[in-house]
């Protein structure tokens, strides 16, 4: 490094209260928009600077710095090849499976430009997750056929409320040791979790639903809001993990006697243990198929999709490609190794380790 330390210093600090000031406002922006159902606003233009991506190039190369520049270097990096002018025309078309290729092919030319081998090498840097990976192994209390026997049970569950979701969220920040007072939980069209700052304001919106699919959701989303509650700005990939490990809490069923208080846990364990399968087996076919089509965008990709997903014993078609690979591009196998961190984390968690010491432990 030739940079004076110092300078990058003072000029990193510069630059990252201008990143907390505008993401913080675009996250905020985005819960407002995501509560009526509405799409996100633009990402703030900071993050695709060139002259931002050198800076923090450089301060990740200086020790005091790197924790604090490596999240924001993440975020600079799918940013710049989403503002590529070829990207944001390629988006811009009709969603459609002969719009995907270009989309994928223009993407890895912006990757390139950037300099790296193409846009899946750039997103594993990216998400903090390799190119390739494993998906996590099921152990299925009482084999298959358990799983044919509650597929159809009857579960009854409390519904989704705010009030209640807090609750839990509390349970758990109580067994993590983080603090949950930023939290806060609403009601709106979909799941998704907005870290407005890190450890202070962190919102989380639940769809609602007494279902064992609408718990697995909501959980999910308390994951990222108790990562996003202890301050820390974790990979894409550990951010998943944690995501992962509070969602299957359903599967066990003291932790489901104990964070809903339903007569009959065990049921709720086992069809948490049959959702956790179709998702782990949904995590490979979406991961597997995301490498294939940056390492060749050319050809019938919809064919592709079709054979892939028949291999896997899906049997719906898609008329259109699903929307991540439009919209969170390169996020499959930040997902997949989620399924594997999530088991790490896991182990870290029962040896008695909070959740930033645990999210600390994967990270490494």
């Known amino acids: 490094m030739t940079a004076d330390p110092f300078a990058v210093e003072l000029a990193f600090e510069r630059l990252a209260a201008e990143l907390e000031t505008e993401t913080a406002e675009h996250v905020a922006g985005w819960w407002r928009q995501a509560r009526a159902g509405g799409p996100p606003p633009p990402s703030p233009a900071s993050l695709a600077r060139a002259s931002a991506r050198r800076l923090l190039d450089e301060a990740r190369q200086v020790p005091a710095l790197t924790a604090r520049a490596t999240p924001w270097w993440r975020a600079c990096l799918v940013a710049a090849v989403e503002a590529d002018p070829r990207v944001s025309s390629a988006r811009a078309q009709p969603w459609s499976w002969s719009a995907l290729g270009p989309l994928a092919a223009a993407r890895n030319r912006a990757a390139r430009a950037l300099g790296y081998d193409g846009f899946i090498a750039l997103a594993a840097d990216a998400n903090g997750a390799a190119a390739a990976g494993g998906a996590g192994r099921d152990v299925l209390d009482g084999g298959p056929d358990a799983l044919a026997a509650t597929s159809a049970a009857d579960i009854s569950l409390p519904a989704v409320t705010p009030g209640d979701l807090l609750a839990v969220a509390g349970r758990l920040a109580s067994r993590l040791r983080v603090d949950p007072a930023g939290l806060r939980v609403d009601l709106g069209p979909d799941h998704r979790t907005f870290v407005v700052t890190p450890g202070r304001d962190v919102r989380i919106l ?43 809490r359903l599967t066990v069923a003291a932790d489901v006697r104990e964070l809903l208080s339903v007569p009959r846990p065990e049921a709720v364990a086992a069809a948490a243990l049959e959702a956790r399968h179709r998702r782990r087996r949904a995590a490979a076919v979406l991961a597997d198929f995301e490498l294939d089509l940056y390492r060749d965008s050319s050809g019938d990709l919809d064919a592709r999709w079709q054979a892939a997903t028949a291999a896997a014993g899906w049997t719906r078609a898609a008329a259109v490609p699903p929307p991540a690979f439009r919209d969170d591009p390169g996020a499959q196998p930040a997902y997949r190794a989620a399924e594997d961190l999530s088991g790490r984390l896991d182990a870290a968690i029962a040896a008695g380790a909070s959740l930033i010491d645990a999210i600390a432990a994967v990270s490494a």
């Open 206 to 248: 639940v769809s609602g639903d007494r279902t064992v699919s609408a718990w697995l959701r909501a959980l999910h989303e308390v994951g990222h809001g108790l990562a996003g509650a202890t301050g820390a700005r974790p990979s894409r990939a550990v951010d998943e993990a944690v995501a992962t490990w509070a969602s299957d």
